[in-house]
Each structure stands twice: as C-alpha cells, then as structure tokens.
C-alpha cells in the first residue's frame, strides 16, 4: 500500500524529480523529464508497478527525515535497537543524463539493510530486460536504459518477478552508494556520477542557489522552502515551472477527480512573477518570462491555458487502465484534456504578468509589446465570450465573473503600459473597452442583495477566485463591495476556517463532474491576502501561521487539504500552493515583524520591515497587489 501524500519528499534535478515516502521507498519518478513515463509508479498502484525501497531490513517508517538545511537532499533517519542508520537522497543538478543518488550512512551500532529495485517503465507497463553490466546492472525498454551502480552486489533478479535485491550491513562511518543513471538505449552508457563528489556539488549548487533570496522578513525557513520546492519543479532547458510532480492524485480519495499537473500553467503567469521579482530571483523571473513569450507566439486565437514544459502545445488526455490509481482513485489520466479549453482570464493574466515584468525592469522589446498588442486585439472581440472558467470546469461555459475581471486587467495594464511607460498604443480605445467590461461585471456579476460578487453571471454560487478583484485592482481594498465579498467568500466557501474553490453541487454542478473536492490551499493564501488586504491583519496572520501548520514534515504542500481526515489530497508538491505562500509572507511581511510574529499579533502593526516586493503600486489606487 502506497504511502499518504503528505508522507513523499521531492528530490530533483532540475528536469525531473523523484517522490520518496516514509519507508525510504522511490515511488514515483519519470525520465528523463517531469511528464516522460515513469519508471516508478508505486505512487498510483502498489510495488510491482514500480518502486526502490532502500531502508533497515526490519522495515518501517523513518524515526525522522529532513532536508539539510538550504538544499533538496533529504535526509531519511531510522533509530533501531541494532543502532542509527541515515539515508541520503540527491539528484545532482542535470549533466548530460538523469541521476538519482542514495548513499546510506552508518552513525552507531550495526544496522542489517536491505534494497529491493523494481523498475518498470511506461508507468508500470513494461519490465525491463536486465542484464549484468559494468559492474552493475543495466535495464533496457525501449527508448529508455538506466543503469545501476551500487557498493553492494545486487542480485540479477530474472527468476524473481524482475526484483533485484541486495542485503548488507552498516556500522559507524560506513557509507554505501547506490547511483542510478538514465540514458537513451541506443547511446553508448557514460561513467555514473560519483556518489560523493555529487553530494558535495549538489549541496553547493542549492546553498548558492538559495543565498541569493533577498527575503529576511518573519517565515524566512517556510519561504526559503517554498522556493527551493519551486525551484525543484522548474524545467531548467526552458524555465518553464511544472504545476506539480505527479498525475492522478485525487482531489477524493476513491474519486474520478484525478489531473496531469505536469505541465505549465498561463494562470500561475503573474503569481509566479511576483514571487520571484519579490524575492530577488530575476534571472529565473527572466526565464520565466522567456519561456511565456514563446509559448504564446503565434495567432492569439490559439492562445492555450497551459502548454508542454518545452512548450509544446498538444497533451492529448488519454487513461493507463492498467493502474488502479492512488487508493483506487481512477482513472488515471495521462495528459489533459483542459488544454483545448476557452479560458478567458488567462489573455488577462499573460498581459498582466508581462506588465510586472515590465515594472520590474525586466527587458522589454518591440517584438514583445507587439505581440501584447495583438492578444489585445483578439481580447477586443471576444472577452465577454461564454468560457470554461479559471477551474476547467467541464460544465457548460458561462459568463464567468473572474475571466472578465482578468479581461479588465488586460486593458488596464495596456493602458498604463502607454500613460506611465511611454510604449505606444490605442490607449482611448483600450480605455473605452476596460470601463465597458468594468461596467457590465459590476452590473451583472454582483448581487446587491447579499452584497457579493458571483462566480458567473446570475450564479447562485460563489468563486475564491472573486477573492483576486481587490488584488488585481478591479475595485480599491475597501470598497464595500470588496469587503462584501471577503465576507461573503469566507463564509460561504469556508470549511472549518480553510476554502474550497467553489461548492461543486451549486447551479446544478457547475463544473460537470461527479463527486467532492477538498479545501484548496492557494485559496486560503488569497483570503490571507484579501484579510490583509481589506484591513484585517490580525486575522490574515492567524490564517497565514495556520495554513503553514498544514506542510508536511519537510516544508511540502500538495494542492488541496481534507479538514475532515487531516490529510493532504491532488497534485504534489503543488506549484500554486507554494506560490501562495511566498506572494503571503511577502504581503504580510511589509506590516510584520519578526517579533510580531513570535509574540502574537494582537493589534494592527505599523512598524515595517525592509522586505523586497513586487514593484510598486500605482494608479488606480489600489491596482498595485499584484501588478
């Protein structure tokens, strides 16, 4: 039986990642990148669909794991009556091939260990022909040869159901390395990594990559570990972010709800700007920037709401029957289907970003700005279209009340682009369609009786997503219908104090699936922001200390969290997630202090921290949270 969610750490290398539970077991990991097939997929069936447990012979969970201290090595600890044993995990920054590195550690007494390998390739389908190679063991499918080199002799496996075992022993100092090396089959095998001269490089390369944050304000180690974890799931050749690590992981244990997150969302486009203008890391907000453009070259009436880590543009959705699923939660999905979907926000959330990378001094050209231009012409013709909503709901399309306020966003940051940047444009034409959207959604998009704004025009239902129109400045923090709809949102979404996306049985099942999802946590970063936003610092705190109470043991959140059962559920580690926390800390930081934040916050703050931010804010007044 798989391990819980909440219970995988992340090791990676840039290009790929491995997922390691409790038990020291690996099992989840595709090569040569995030959304290849995997070769272990214990994680969405059991062991014999994939898996590299590496631990005490006696088995079991670890005494306890950590990541050293500013790095992605994970440190797996068991403390037995035999003695301590540690088992390091690392994959060293991308060479020429994929390395997934364990040396286990002997610290006291004698600890009997064992391995047990199974490799399968194309997500549990296919058993490799293994033979005894270079001292080691080489496993050959298809296009794909990984080769193991270990300090311990592990046996061929053949008449064992394809299971490659090994068993020894480790006392005090004794370090045992096992290195695992991915390659194309039809290319001659290179030497592996040694084992550690990469743990030393791979400790260098993230202490250095780390030390570079310009953040020192109050949560420094959750968001130091928010942004390792980002980092972790960057696609370094394009600087492209995976929105998670995995396929599949229920949004309902048992459920249907199960999504490919391995690819790159528009939507996460201006979070993941401000996180990383905020935090000093423009050269990766540079590439992130890179890697938009390109994506969305071409005819913006093809514009799509996510692309290919290489920005490839087809990921056909297709289901692998042959697993069951994480507890029996099918189908499992490979690709997704939500990329030939009409969302309307993200026109607006591309021009946003690309605007706050403007105002981060990031470099512009005219190529650039043309390419602005022409998503505002098609936005022009089309932004009050029927669409499927920033939630891919699989419904009926409707007049969603956040894809229009992110078309308002569009035009507003355009028309700025020209009065306050000097870039040249029809800024009286632009202007004329921003109030015109502003006008149609706060005519149609809110309810004066309850004082909210809706998820879409004449819904019944309320959107977390409403929770972004004082951030993007569709209308200041304390206008009463901002304020309205916090309040509102909070307490109609709210599941012991943490928020669902949207109530998926409101206007005759809005999104067109079966089945329940749980609190999804970038929505409770946003109501932390809207708090703060609305005045309300104390209790945006409160929520911010409690969301943060909610990571696993090593810093990690996955995308949504079950208040009823205390368990992590979707998509892990989730990009949106860990984004949320740091564009949080970074809002929050400007009012608190660190001894604010030790003490309790018991009172409004007026005393600031100096904590780099997005650039500032400016007109309209309250326009300048996010842009």
């Given amino acids: 039986m798989t391990s819980r969610i909440e219970d995988y750490g992340i090791v990676g290398d840039l290009q790929t990642a491995a997922l390691i539970g409790r038990d020291g077991a690996v099992d989840w990991m595709c090569l040569p ?57 690392l994959m060293p920054p991308r060479g020429d091939q994929a390395d997934l590195v364990r040396i286990v550690e002997g610290i006291s007494g004698n600890v009997p260990m064992s391995t047990e390998l199974r490799l399968r390739f194309d997500y549990g389908h296919v058993v490799p022909w293994v033979t005894q190679e270079r001292g080691g063991l080489r496993a050959v499918a298809g296009p794909d040869s990984v080769h193991i080199d270990a300090g311990v002799a592990l046996t061929h496996g053949v008449a064992d159901g394809a299971v490659h075992r090994a068993h020894f022993t480790v006392g005090p100092g004794d370090r045992v390395p096992f290195v695992l090396t991915h390659h194309a089959s039809h290319l001659p095998i290179k030497p592996p990594v040694e084992a550690e001269a990469a743990l030393r490089e791979t400790e260098e390369f993230w202490r250095s990559w780390i030390a570079k944050s310009t ?43 199960n999504w490919d997150y391995r690819f790159c969302w528009l939507r996460d486009a201006a979070f993941t700007l401000q996180a990383l203008v905020g935090t000093g890391f423009i050269d990766e907000a540079r590439a992130w920037r890179a890697w938009l453009l390109r994506a969305v070259a071409g005819d913006p ?79 022009e013709e089309h932004w009050d279209d029927l669409d499927n909503g920033l939630w891919e709901v699989r419904g009926p399309r409707r007049a969603f009340v956040h894809s229009r306020v992110m078309a308002w966003a569009g035009f507003d940051r355009a028309v700025r682009a020209v009065e306050e940047g000097g870039l040249d444009g029809p800024v009286e034409r632009w202007r004329a369609v921003r109030d015109r959207i502003h ?37 200041p923090w304390d206008d009463p219908r901002v304020v309205g709809t916090v309040d509102a949102v909070q307490r109609e979404l709210s599941q012991d104090g943490l928020l669902l996306r949207y109530h998926t049985d409101a206007d005759d099942r809005v999104d067109g699936l079966p089945g329940e999802e749980a609190t999804f946590l970038v929505c409770s970063f946003w109501l932390v922001d809207a708090l703060h936003g609305i005045g309300r610092v104390d209790e945006a705190v409160a929520l911010f200390e409690r969301l943060l109470s909610l990571r696993n043991d090593l810093g990690l959140l996955s995308e949504e969290y079950d208040v009823h059962t205390g368990r992590h559920l979707g998509n892990t580690p989730q990009a949106f997630s860990h984004l949320g926390l740091v564009n949080s800390a970074l809002r929050l930081a400007q009012g608190v202090t660190v001894r604010d934040v030790e003490s309790g916050v018991e009172s409004g703050v007026t005393e600031r921290i100096a904590v780099p931010a997005a650039a500032p804010p400016s007109a309209p007044p309250a326009a300048g949270e996010i842009a």
């Avoid at 026109?347 to 970003?353: F, N, R, S, V």
């Fill in 215 to 257: 953040y020192d304000g109050p949560w420094a180690d959750a968001v130091h570990r928010s942004l390792i974890t980002l980092k972790a799931l960057t696609y370094a050749p394009t600087g492209a972010i995976a929105a998670a690590a995995t396929t599949s992981l229920p949004e309902e244990i048992g459920g249907s709800r």
């Fill in 439 to 475: 006008a149609d959604v706060c005519m149609h998009g809110f309810d004066a009786e309850r004082n909210t704004f809706t998820q879409f025009y004449g819904s019944e239902g309320l959107d977390a997503a409403l929770l972004l129109i004082g951030q993007v400045g569709f209308l």
């Fill in 33 to 89: 990148q995030f959304d290849s097939p995997a070769c272990f997929a214990a994680l969405l069936g059991d062991e014999q669909h994939g898996s590299w447990r590496l631990g005490p012979e006696s088995g079991g969970e670890c005494t306890s794991r950590r990541y050293r201290d500013g790095t992605l090595i994970l440190e797996t600890e068991w403390d037995l009556p035999e003695g301590r044993v540690r088992v390091i995990d």
């Fill in 301 to 379: 009436a093809d514009l799509q709401i996510m692309y290919g880590l290489d920005g490839r543009r087809r990921l056909p959705e297709y289901t692998l029957d042959w697993l069951p699923g994480y507890e029996d939660s099918g189908p499992v999905r490979i690709g997704n289907g939500a990329a030939g979907q009409l969302q309307i926000d993200v026109w607006g959330e591309t021009l946003d970003a690309l605007h706050l990378a403007r105002e981060a001094g990031l470099e512009s050209d005219e190529e650039a700005w043309a390419l602005q231009k022409a998503l505002l012409d098609y936005l």
